[in-house]
T-cell receptor
Framework: AQSVTQPDIHITVSEGASLELRCNYS??????LFWYVQSPGQGLQLLLK??????LVQGIKGFEAEFKRSQSSFNLRKPSVHWSDAAEYFC????????????FGGGTRLMVKP | EADIYQTPRYLVIGTGKKITLECSQT?????MYWYQQDPGMELHLIHY???????EKGDLSSESTVSRIRTEHFPLTLESARPSHTSQYLC??????????????FGPGTRLTVL
């Protein structure tokens, strides 16, 4: 069975600083990887996804993520964080042999200092 | 991005009441899902559906039930609410693309409080 680990429960960065949120997955075959963002009291919004091809994927709101098969990682990055980026971020893996179900990580809460 | 709606957004109700959380999507997606999420915690799949008249239980055991009579509608019902049911409930849908390349789109959630 697949699993997803987000090692950082909380991260605080200053506005304008760069950001990297870590995501490690465990899955025996080619994973399909997603990053979602959840603002307080809201549902999840898809930031980006990786299915195949270029391992650096671009998403909305200036986010990007890089798939590294050798490290089983799919880290999310943003070069300059805005105060509105404060939210909960979830990494997820989809598996073709699990009925296309998603397995979510525990989430990382991002706080942005002015 | 899919249009998916949940009502009510917030619900405070007494123990023993029957409640139904509504979820509708306008994208014609075959698959729909219900997740339960406690504050600051990960999502747990409680129900899903592959299409009309299809319902399955998810990874997390739940006392709730679901139905799928129409493609666009996937309501969740609790026959007798208890304080342990207090949580946020998120509905999602996906087109059902095969091979794992299936993207789920989420509604805004219903925050349920049972007193």
């Amino acid at each position: 069975a697949q699993s997803v680990t987000q090692p950082d429960i909380h991260i605080t960065v200053s506005e304008g600083a760069s950001l990297e949120l870590r995501c490690n997955y465990s899955y025996g075959a080619t994973p399909y990887l997603f990053w979602y963002v959840q603002s307080p009291g809201q549902g999840l919004q898809l930031l980006l996804k990786y299915f195949s091809g270029d391992t650096l994927v671009q998403g909305i709101k200036g986010f990007e993520a890089e798939f590294k098969r050798s490290q089983s990682s799919f880290n999310l990055r943003k070069p300059s964080v805005h105060w509105s980026d404060a939210a909960e971020y979830f990494c997820a893996v989809g598996a073709w042999n699990a009925g296309n179900m998603l397995t979510f990580g525990g989430g990382t809460r991002l706080m942005v200092k002015p | 991005e899919a249009d998916i709606y949940q009502t009510p957004r917030y619900l405070v109700i007494g123990t023993g009441k029957k409640i139904t959380l509504e979820c509708s999507q306008t994208m014609g997606h075959d698959k729909m899902y219900w997740y339960q999420q406690d504050p600051g915690m990960e999502l747990h799949l409680i129900h899903y559906s592959y299409g009309v008249n299809s319902t399955e239980k998810g990874d997390l055991s739940s006392e709730s039930t679901v139905s799928r009579i129409r493609t666009e509608h996937f309501p969740l019902t609790l026959e007798s609410a208890r304080p342990s049911h207090t949580s946020q409930y998120l509905c999602a849908s996906s087109p059902g693309t095969s091979g794992g390349q299936d993207t789920q789109y989420f509604g805004p959630g219903t925050r349920l409080t049972v007193l």
